[in-house]
């Protein structure tokens, strides 16, 4: 294990050095934590600067997304009067719509398969390419639907692969919470299961943008599996999010807790702060997908 962190962080040094962002002559590329620390400013500061410069245009192709949030937790409430015995009695009701989870996993498709319009467009943005009289320079409502035909069944058959895994791993943590009333041992194999918890979800947390760029051939390191089966594609889609992740968790839980500032900011701003962040965390994970393809496949992918 020590071997293969030692490999990694030669192999990211390179890259770095390659593209000439390591600037100090000291620099000692064994230290993981700076390491670390540059990569998320790296994925964070592109993310940022083309959310602040396209917040608008990004809004706009995520409203789909945002409408199926708001049908999928819709409830409305009745209320009626009527008499018993000359009394007047007012009855209230609700109704909340039963396809809450269900909407909520068609508003994730839609999210995923943002990254075919949105990944090239911050790329070419960073670089400075963008074309305002381009229509593919372009972020429009109909983004969220480029190629969601092709890639719809792929990215639902992924997430319920995913789903599944997850599942069976809750269920053993369900069990332990059980036997933690008869047997307190049971109470550290919870803490156990749910530390596994957690690190099977980052490690499979970019399969659904994988099975994307397989269909899509977004970044050109998965055009062999253009034409693969539905199954195929998910069960190479989950593989390959194992190893882009591998020796990533750490780095990848740290990205996260970085960005708790943007939630407080949600609680101080009433919630009105979420109309810049949610396009924002979602380029973070555009970003963050990127650079990890980038890392793992140096010379094959096309994007910068």
């Known amino acids: 294990m020590l071997k293969f962190s030692n490999n ?6 390179n890259r770095y050095k390659a593209e000439g962002e390591f600037c100090h002559p000291n620099r000692n590329y064994k230290d993981l934590g700076g390491s670390v620390q540059k990569m998320n400013r790296k994925i964070k500061d592109r993310a940022f600067q083309f959310t602040k410069e396209n917040w ?46 269900f909407l909520s996993a068609i508003g994730a498709i839609f999210a995923v398969n943002l990254m075919q319009v949105a990944i090239p467009l911050a790329n ?3 670089w400075g390419k963008i074309n305002p009289d381009s229509e593919e320079d372009k972020l429009t409502i109909l983004s969220s639907f480029k ?10 058959f992924t997430t319920i692969a995913m789903q599944v895994s997850v599942f069976l791993l809750a269920a053993v943590i369900g069990v332990c919470v059980a036997l933690s009333f008869f047997y307190p041992v049971a109470i550290f194999l919870i803490f156990v299961f749910l530390f596994l918890f957690i690190w099977v979800l980052i490690r499979l947390s970019m399969a659904e943008y994988i099975v994307v760029d397989m269909v899509a051939d977004l970044t050109g390191v998965y055009s062999q599996y253009k034409d693969k089966n539905l199954f195929y594609k998910a ?21 996260g807790l970085s960005l708790i500032g943007w939630v407080f900011l949600l609680l101080v701003t009433f919630g009105l702060a979420i109309f810049f962040i949610q396009p924002y965390f979602l380029m973070v994970q555009y970003s963050l997908y990127q650079e990890l393809v980038a890392e793992a496949y140096p010379n094959q992918t096309k994007l910068p």
């Open 235 to 255: 069960v190479s889609a989950l593989k390959e999010s194992w190893n882009l992740t591998r020796g990533k968790s750490a780095e990848i839980v740290i990205l």
């Open 8 to 13: 990694f962080r030669e192999r990211q040094y």
């Open 124 to 126: 070419k943005h960073n």
């Open 147 to 156: 190629n969601l035909g092709e890639t719809f069944f792929p990215i639902l």
């Open 56 to 101: 608008g245009s990004l809004l706009v192709a995520m409203l789909p997304i945002i409408i199926i949030a708001i049908i999928s937790n819709l409830s409305v409430h009745f209320v009626g009067t009527g008499s018993i015995d000359g009394s007047t009695v007012t009855t209230g009701t609700s109704y909340s719509t039963n396809y809450g989870n």
